[in-house]
Nanobody
């Protein structure tokens, strides 16, 4: 099993910044992809950013391009999401995601609330 624990969420003002962290533990070897999803009230869960663990290739949702940066520290089994220029529409529960064939794993989520 892979266990994912997010941290770093909380309250922020519009225009501010937050850095989310996701620590993976358990069977962390051979994790293929890690990333972040978010789910806002009344909306489906959507991809925010992802990164291949074996490379620096990243993917970003259009809504966060230019404002979000995903990075990883393989030695610490940790993935980060730096978000700048926060907007109220960024308010959501953010979930860490990991894919280790053939299973997808999810963290418990961390709330990000951005006030105007």
């Amino acid at each position: 099993q892979v266990h994912l624990v997010e941290s770093g969420g909380g309250l922020a003002q519009a225009g501010g910044s937050l850095k989310l962290s996701c620590l993976a533990s358990g069977s962390v070897s051979s994790i293929n992809v890690m990333g972040w999803y978010r789910q806002a009230p009344g909306k489906q869960r959507e991809l925010v950013a992802s990164i291949f663990t074996s490379s620096d290739i990243t993917t970003y949702a259009d809504a966060v391009k230019g404002r979000a940066t995903i990075s990883r520290d393989n030695a610490k089994n940790t993935v980060y999401l730096q978000m700048n220029s926060l907007k109220p529409e960024d308010t959501a529960v953010y979930y860490c995601h990991a894919y280790r064939w053939p299973t997808t794993y999810w963290g418990q989520g961390t709330q990000v609330t951005v006030s105007s």
